[in-house]
């Protein structure tokens, strides 16, 4: 299990390191061109001595070849609370998975969902959802400014690390008042700067398969 702690500081490094297997993982699938769908936290599991991420329920991955993108389907398939607004709206690809990792990436980070709703506020097909939309751009530009902010003024760097940054790029829509920039995708991610003396690290998760279990 990851240990997390609120406050400002940033991510443990325990769980920064366990974050980056993640997008390992994450990065296998994308590069033989697989769309998980349903990252959450409930589809990470931790193996091995020592202890290494591993990426779960792959076996309802989609393929997906380059240049081609999904029809949206409301209200059908992924976990509300980590679903990416495009998904409901229009065509999607690969960088709705990198939406999930940066939400997951903010509650290591401080704890907690950044927003919660009980409806998808970007379905198009009812009324009560698009309703929830002001109040999701309130919370998420509150969530993007929390990030910017304690980015700068990071914690103990033995113990912490602050990845902001990089999870501000994660979570860029195209509706958001500001940061609505290009999602980065996961080469960009695993290359970014916040890692620091992550990006040293040599990489626990090389190669990879999808095996009978799902399990990546």
């Given at each position: 299990m990851v240990r997390l702690e609120r406050g400002a500081k940033g991510m443990l490094m325990a769980a920064a390191r366990v974050f980056r297997d993640v997008l390992l993982a994450v990065k296998v699938l994308h590069d033989q061109n697989w769309l998980h769908g349903d990252i959450k936290p409930a589809n990470i599991?931790?193996?091995g001595a020592p202890s290494r991420a591993v990426l779960l329920d792959t076996g309802h991955a989609t393929y997906l070849a380059s240049g081609v993108r999904l029809n949206p389907t409301p209200g059908q398939g992924g976990t509300l609370s980590y679903l990416a607004p495009e998904r409901e709206i229009e065509p999607y690809d690969h960088l709705t998975d990198i939406w999930s990792l940066g939400v997951i990436g903010y509650?290591?980070?401080y704890a907690h969902h950044p927003w919660r709703f009980a409806l998808n506020p970007w379905r198009d097909d009812k009324k009560e959802c698009e309703d929830l939309r002001p109040a999701f751009r309130e919370r998420y530009q509150e969530a993007i400014d929390t990030l910017d902010r304690d980015s700068?003024?990071?914690g103990d760097s033995q113990r912490h690390i602050h990845l902001g940054r990089?999870?501000?790029?994660m979570l860029r829509f195209p509706w958001a008042?500001?940061?609505h920039g290009?999602?980065?995708d996961i080469d960009e991610a695993l290359?970014?700067?916040?890692?620091?003396?992550?990006?040293?690290?040599e990489p626990r998760v090389k190669r990879g398969?999808?095996?009978?279990?799902g399990e990546l």
């Open positions: 599991g931790m193996v509650e290591l980070t700068r003024s990071p990089l999870l501000i790029e008042s500001n940061n290009r999602r980065i290359q970014h700067e916040a890692w620091g003396p992550l990006l040293s690290d398969r999808l095996d009978d279990d």
